[in-house]
C-alpha cells in the first residue's frame, strides 16, 4: 500500500527513545504490579481530564465493566436496570451492560453528528431507564447542554464510553464543571488498544470519575475486590493495568493534544480537496478541541464497496468502524431492539480514511484527489 491506513511501528516510531527509557526502567525496578509507574499514570490522567480521580485497568471494555459493576456494588445499579446506549457503537459498549445483567437499551444516533443525542434519549426513556452511555465515537464529544438537563432531570447516570476520545473538549460544561471527555459526567472509561489516540503497546484502560464512593468500589473490584492485602470486600476481578503499560503511557500522554493537532490537519486537508458527489464528507466543527479525529470517517451511501475496492487498487488503506453493529452480531441474535434504520444505513455506507501520523498532510490531499476521480457510474 501506498497509502497505509496504518502501521504502529510508525506510529510509535516517533516516541521509541522514551518507550525504551520507560521499559528499561520497569525492568530495573523489580515491580511489575501497582508501584510508582501506575500511580504516575493515574495522577497524569486525572490531570488532562480534569476529574479528582482515574485509575488505570487492564483495558476498555473492563473499563466499562468495572464502572458498571462499582455502581452495582454501591447499590445504584441492579440488574434488569436499563442503559440507554448508541447503536453505532463498537460491541465493547453493549457487552458491557450484558455482562453485568444489566439491559442495554439500543437508539439510533444523530445522523449528522453520528452521536447520541438528546432526542434518541428522550424517546427510549422508562421508568427502568437508569444511565445513559455516550460514546464518543471517531472521538467526536457527544455532549450538550440538551444531554446534562436530561440527565438531570431524569437523575440518570452518566457513563461515558470515551475509548476513542482522550483529551477532546466539550463546549459546554459537563455535570461536575470538567469539559474534559471521560469526566462530563459521573464516570468515564478509556481504551489504551494500541490503535487508539494514544496506545499501549498491549492492552490497557482507565476509569475517571467525580466520584470518590464509585473510585474505591472501581479500585477494590480491579484489585480482587481487596480494600486491603487479604481482606476482600467484593468478590472482584483482576482487571489491574501493569506498570509495563503504565509507563508506555506516561512517554505517550504528554503528546496527546499535539497528536490530536496533527490529526486534525488531516482531516482539514481532506475536506478541503474532497469533492465528489457520491461522496459525504463529516463536518468539522468550529471548535476544533470537541473532535480528535480518531478517525475520519466518510459516506459513500451508493457505491460503497466498489468505492473501497477503488482505493485498494489505487494503493489507499481503508476501514471500516464499523461493518457490523452489535445488534446485528451472531451474539445478540435474541437482544431485544427497536427498529435502528439510521444505525443501519450509516454502518453499510461508512468509510474511514487513514489520518493517524503515517499519513502525512500531503498524503492526505494525494488521497482526497484520488478520491475525486472515483468513477461513480461505471
Ligand atoms: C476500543 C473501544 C472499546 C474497548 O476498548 P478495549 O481496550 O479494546 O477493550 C470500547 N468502546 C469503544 C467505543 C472503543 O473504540
Wanted: hydrophobic share 40%; with cysteine; aromatic share 8%.
Amino acid at each position: 500500500m501506498r497509502y497505509p491506513f496504518l502501521d504502529l511501528a510508525t506510529i510509535n516510531a516517533r516516541y521509541a527513545d522514551d518507550l525504551h527509557r520507560a521499559a528499561a526502567r520497569v525492568i530495573d525496578s523489580g515491580r511489575y504490579i501497582g508501584g510508582s509507574e501506575t500511580e504516575e499514570f493515574n495522577r497524569m490522567l486525572a490531570g488532562l481530564c480534569r476529574a479528582p480521580h482515574a485509575i488505570g485497568v487492564s483495558n476498555g471494555l473492563d473499563a466499562l465493566r468495572l464502572i458498571i459493576e462499582g455502581y452495582k456494588v454501591t447499590g445504584r445499579l441492579s440488574p434488569g436496570d436499563e442503559i440507554i446506549i448508541p447503536a453505532n457503537t463498537y460491541i465493547a459498549s453493549v457487552l458491557a451492560v450484558t455482562h453485568a445483567g444489566l439491559n442495554p437499551v439500543l437508539v439510533d444516533p444523530d445522523e449528522t453528528s453520528m452521536n447520541l443525542s438528546a432526542t434518541g434519549v428522550l424517546e427510549a426513556i422508562t421508568e427502568k431507564t437508569r444511565a445513559i452511555m455516550p460514546v464518543h465515537l471517531y472521538g467526536q464529544v457527544a455532549w450538550s447542554e440538551e444531554l446534562a438537563d436530561l440527565a438531570r432531570n431524569h437523575g440518570l447516570i452518566v457513563i461515558e464510553d470515551a475509548a476513542q476520545a482522550i483529551g477532546a473538549t466539550s463546549p459546554t460544561d459537563g455535570l461536575f464543571g470538567s469539559r474534559k471527555a471521560g469526566a462530563l459526567g459521573h464516570a468515564g472509561a478509556f481504551s489504551f488498544y494500541p490503535t487508539k489516540n494514544i496506545g499501549a503497546l498491549g492492552d490497557a484502560g482507565a476509569v475517571v470519575t467525580h466520584d470518590t464512593e464509585l473510585f474505591k468500589a472501581v479500585a477494590a473490584l480491579a484489585n480482587y475486590g481487596g480494600d486491603r492485602r487479604y481482606h476482600n470486600i467484593y468478590a472482584g476481578f483482576n482487571c489491574r493495568m501493569d506498570p509495563i503499560q503504565a509507563a508506555m503511557l506516561c512517554a505517550k500522554l504528554p503528546d496527546a493534544d499535539a497528536s490530536s493537532a496533527r490529526r486534525f490537519e488531516r482531516a482539514v486537508a481532506y475536506n478541503n480537496v474532497i469533492s465528489h458527489p457520491g461522496v459525504i464528507k463529516p463536518a468539522i466543527s468550529p471548535t476544533v478541541t470537541d473532535q480528535i479525529w480518531h478517525q475520519y470517517v466518510i459516506r459513500v451511501p451508493a457505491a460503497r464497496d466498489r468505492f473501497i475496492e477503488y482505493l485498494t487498487s489505487e494503493g489507499v488503506g481503508t476501514d471500516i468502524h464499523y461493518a457490523t453493529s452489535p445488534h446485528m452480531q451472531p451474539c445478540y441474535r435474541t437482544l431485544p431492539h427497536r427498529p435502528l434504520p439510521v444505525t443501519e444505513r450509516l454502518a453499510s455506507e461508512i468509510v474511514s480514511l487513514p489520518i493517524s501520523d503515517c499519513t502525512s498532510v500531503a498524503d492526505a490531499a494525494d488521497i482526497g484527489r484520488i478520491i475525486n476521480k472515483f468513477p461513480i457510474h461505471r
